[in-house]
């Protein structure tokens, strides 16, 4: 096993375990108070809502961070060219290159000289 398996195996049993607590403490509160967490119907309730708002709070966070990053290389990233600047230019390209002479024929090609051996 490579390390980078290794590495993939060991992030997918976090990620599984991690829903896992998060679907039983959502749905099951109640499991809390066997660690001694929560005793009260109220801590259970507030534990509840910790779980919703902690993963609601990062994605939206983790959403306008994305947000901000596109608007900050939309407004640092200079404008392109007009499309009529490109192609004059590619023009000029064309116009600037002679034109080639047409190749000579198979058989007037000079024939490649043959190494001699010694």
Same mark, same amino acid.
């Given at each position: 096993?490579?390390?980078? *398996?290794?590495? +993939?195996?060991?992030? /997918? ?8 607590? #998060? ?6 509160? *109640?499991?809390? +108070?066997?660690?001694? /967490? ?8 507030? #534990?509840?809502?910790?779980v919703v708002a902690v993963p609601v709070f990062i994605a939206f966070v983790?959403i306008m961070l994305i947000g901000a990053w596109i608007g900050w290389t ?12 490109i192609t004059t230019e590619m023009e000029e390209k064309k116009e600037e ?22």
């Open positions: 096993m490579s390390k980078d *398996q290794a590495i +993939g195996g060991a992030i /997918l049993v976090v990620c599984v375990v991690v829903a896992l607590l #998060y679907i039983v403490t959502l749905f099951f509160p *109640q499991w809390l +108070g066997i660690l001694g /967490l929560a005793t009260t119907a109220d801590a259970l309730k507030n #534990y509840q809502f910790w983790a939309m407004a640092t990233t200079p404008p392109p060219k007009p499309i009529e600047e290159i002679p034109a080639e002479q047409p190749a000579a024929p198979a058989s007037e090609a000079p024939a490649p000289e043959k190494k001699k051996k010694n």
